[in-house]
Every structure is written in structure tokens, then in C-alpha cells.
């Protein structure tokens, strides 16, 4: 299976240095987690344009960072016409694929770290470099 | 750092808008950032006017499309350069931005922060095009 992020991607998206790349990730792990915690919020009111507005806003950004599963889950979302439980299901998917996302990151900014304090960084878990 | 030129930054994710404008500022742009279409236009009509206009295009509020229309309508701002940042990658909706006066279109899943600064440079030194 493909790693949750596309690492050459997140490297397009920010200047490619170790700098940048952290940064991009911790800034999109915080506020695309903000933004997930107000569409759990949307789904449970059934306030159907928040849920659009809020889906097509985390997909995006999902999008330029790599995190291709992710976005697609979300514009799947924001596409909407399902009901209260089918909204709940696919909000499911998309909280366990953002943690698999976060994961991949927070392992891949940690050897970008190693690397930075000049030590060999453990193999990491792809083949794809960016 | 000197100033690079004045941008407006209309987005209504705070991702994208904190990272474009982390990126513009460290090369020396001043940002001023909008999250809706309603606070876009507001902005955008203030002295001095940008140089740049970065705009989203499903937004709260007033869309970025109805944004465009109304910046290219007015004198006062029709001569500012609109980039146009979308997830949208339809032949349909770039073609209409081009019709209603925007300068580049770029699709959120292949943007480059990095292209999208020197773009915004071109613009601001007085030539460059498309995106």
C-alpha cells in the first residue's frame, strides 16, 4: 500500500529544505485537525453547507501537502448526499486516515531532524524521496 | 527585510493561508490576509491598494469568482493582478477566470510555494503572466 503522504509532493508544496518542510507539516497538522474537529461538529448538527465548506477546505489543503487518501476522503464528503450514519462512517475513515497521516509525518520530520543534527537517520518507512 | 511589494491573500483555510503567507513574508512581501470573499473585496478597496491579489475561490460569504468580478469592475482596482487558488482543476473554471480578468490560475494539489513567490515578484517588478 502507498504511504499516506507523498513525500515528493510536501516537498513541492514548500521550499523543500528540512526548515521548510517542518514547517509546512506542523502548520498543517495543527489547523487541518482544527478544521476535522469543526466538521465532527457540522456532521453531529446536520449543518449540511458547514459540512461542505469545511470538507472542501481540509481536502484541499490534504491535497497540496501529499496527503492524497486523505483529500480524496474528504472531497467524498463534501460531495455529501448521505445520510446522518453515512456521514458518521465516512468521518470515521477520515479521522483513522489522518492519524496515519500524522504518524507518517511525525516519523518523517523526526529523521529530517537526525539528519539536521548530523546522525545517521533510520531507514525510513518508503522508497519515494522527495 | 525590505518590502517586496503588498499582497492581498484571500483564503479561507488557515493552513494554506498561514503557509502562503510564511512564504511570501520570508521573501520580503507584506501580507495582508482575508478569510472570506466579503473581507477580500473590503480589503482590496483600501489605500494603498495591493500590489498582488491571491484569491480563493469557494469561500464564505462572496465567492472568489464574484470577488474577481467585482475587483476587474471597478477602476480602482481592475489593474491589480489576480491569482487565482483553487481546487478546482476543470477546464471551465480556469477558462472563466481567464475571461473575467485573472492573471494566473493554480490548482491547490500541484502548488509550489516557492513558483507561486516568484510569480507574485514577476507581478509586483511590472511584467510576468498565467500560472
Redesign the interface.
Known sequence: MAPPVKLT?LA?????TAH?IR??VE??LA??G??LEALRGAIESGDARAIE?LA??????S??CGAERL?ALL?EMREGSRSFVGDRALFHHISLELEAVAGFLQNYTATLDASAAGLRPAAFGTTERP | MTNAGRVLLVE?????R??CE??LRQRGFEVIAATDGDEGLRLARLLPPPDVVLLDL?M?RVPGIEVLRALKAEPDTAGIPVLILS?SSRDEDRRLAAELGATGYYV???????DLASQVARLVEGYGTAG
Do not use: I, Q, Y
Not at chain 1, 472542501?56 to 489543503?61: E, F, S
Open positions: 509532493r513541492g508544496f514548500s521550499d523543500g521548510g514547517s509546512v502548520m498543517f489547523d487541518t482544527e478544521t465548506m472542501h477546505r481540509a481536502g484541499g489543503a491535497g497540496a483529500s472531497f | 479561507d483555510d488557515k493552513f494554506l498561514r503557509a510564511a512564504s469557494l464564505p481546487n491547490k494539489a500541484t502548488l509550489s510555494l516557492k
